[in-house]
């Protein structure tokens, strides 16, 4: 039996990965999938055209903040991952409204056809940034959220949200919390690709601050069996945090992003700290590996390298987004 699975934000850089994974050659034959995709400036049809022509593929250009085609849509579908968010702290530092519209509203409109058309398993992809900052240890899927960016409050309030429709109407929503990815087609204004692309064109790459500032990489295909995972195999009203298991400063990152590219530190421009910068996250994903037996099986060395010769052979989906919008830093 088919299972009819919407995924929205499906032509972005994680949800992309996650339509091309599953119909690819090793992906589940028993999913069709229909991708919901405003088509904002991070989404990007090239990023499905390995699957274009599968015959289990279907998309649909919209905005999940459209009540009436969310409501037509869930009501022909089994299941939601919902990948569709804003996602880009410092454009939510300079304008909140886009993210409180559709990291909010938009998981509303989705939850409330959930409710009105019994959906199965409601997939809430979210962020390791909703618990804020941590200077020690590792935060559990019990701590309390502490937000401290628009873009974190908005989407620590869409869990909340969907949380509260599993409790309160019984919804099979199950919520994943991932450190930072990774990986290729990853729009070039967040770090790694940001980097990457200006170093492969001579150029100077901005690292804020002092660069102390500590992240958990995590690659995209790892990422992305950790939402499988969850959605064939989790439970019902359960958190998951999904972390890649190396922890490193942004200073150390550029150190290896420098030596991929064949660039010295003179490449590397210091700018001013983002405001409210969180100085460290870091998830304990003690519960995905205990109860689903998921762990990352792509080492940071081997992941960067493949990263990097990826925008290195792949100008042609880059430079056009470059020369489009100006990168943010």
């Known amino acids: 039996m088919t299972t009819r699975l919407l995924v929205t934000g499906g032509a972005g850089f994680i949800g992309s990965h996650y339509v091309r994974t599953l119909l690819g050659p090793d992906g589940p034959d028993d999913v069709a999938i229909t991708v919901l995709d405003a088509l904002t400036y991070a989404g990007n049809p090239a990023n499905l055209a390995p699957v274009r022509d599968s015959p289990r593929l279907s998309f649909v250009h919209g905005d999940i903040c459209d009540a009436p085609l969310v409501d037509r849509l869930l009501a022909r579908h089994d299941q939601v991952v919902h990948?569709?968010?804003?996602?880009?702290?410092?454009?939510?530092?300079?304008?909140?409204?886009?993210?409180?519209?559709?990291?909010?509203?938009?998981?509303?409109?989705?939850?409330?056809?959930?409710?009105?058309?019994?959906?199965?398993?409601?997939?809430?992809?979210?962020?390791?940034?909703?618990?804020?900052?941590?200077?020690?240890?590792?935060?559990?899927?019990?701590?309390?959220?502490?937000?401290?960016?628009?873009?974190?409050?908005?989407?620590?309030?869409?869990?909340?949200?969907?949380?509260?429709?599993?409790?309160?109407?019984g919804l099979d929503v199950r919520i994943t919390r991932c450190s930072n990815n990774y990986g290729p087609y990853q729009f070039p204004e967040k770090l790694i690709p940001l980097f990457v692309t200006r170093l492969l064109d001579g150029g100077k790459a901005p690292l804020y601050g002092d660069g102390l500032h500590v992240r958990d990489w995590l690659h995209v295909d790892d990422h992305v069996r950790a939402i499988e995972a969850v959605r064939t195999r989790g439970r019902a009203g359960q958190v998951y945090?999904?972390?890649?298991?190396?922890?490193?400063?942004?200073?150390?990152?550029?150190?290896?992003?420098?030596?991929?590219?064949?660039?010295?530190?003179?490449?590397?421009?210091h700018v001013d700290d983002r405001k409210?910068?969180?100085?460290?996250?870091?998830?304990?994903?003690?519960?995905?590996?205990?109860?689903?037996?998921?762990a990352p099986k792509t080492d940071l060395?081997?992941?960067?390298?493949?990263?990097?010769?990826?925008?290195?052979?792949?100008?042609?989906?880059?430079?056009?987004?470059?020369?489009?919008?100006?990168?943010?830093?």
């Not at 999904?242 to 010295?264: F, H």
């Not at 910068?277 to 037996?293: A, F, K, N």
């Open 83 to 169: 990948f569709a968010a804003e996602s880009h702290v410092d454009r939510s530092l300079l304008d909140a409204s886009a993210f409180v519209r559709t990291n909010v509203q938009g998981t509303q409109t989705l939850l409330d056809a959930a409710l009105r058309h019994a959906t199965g398993t409601f997939v809430q992809v979210s962020t390791d940034e909703v618990y804020g900052s941590l200077e020690h240890g590792s935060w559990t899927e019990d701590e309390p959220l502490r937000p401290n960016s628009p873009y974190s409050a908005s989407k620590a309030s869409a869990d909340l949200l969907a949380m509260a429709q599993h409790r309160t109407h």
């Open 241 to 269: 945090n999904v972390g890649g298991g190396t922890e490193l400063s942004n200073k150390e990152l550029v150190g290896l992003l420098l030596d991929a590219c064949s660039a010295g530190w003179d490449s590397v421009e």
């Open 276 to 294: 409210g910068h969180d100085r460290r996250y870091s998830v304990d994903s003690g519960r995905i590996s205990r109860e689903l037996g998921y």
């Open 301 to 329: 060395a081997t992941g960067l390298a493949a990263t990097v010769e990826w925008y290195r052979t792949h100008r042609s989906w880059w430079e056009p987004l470059c020369a489009a919008r100006p990168r943010t830093t």
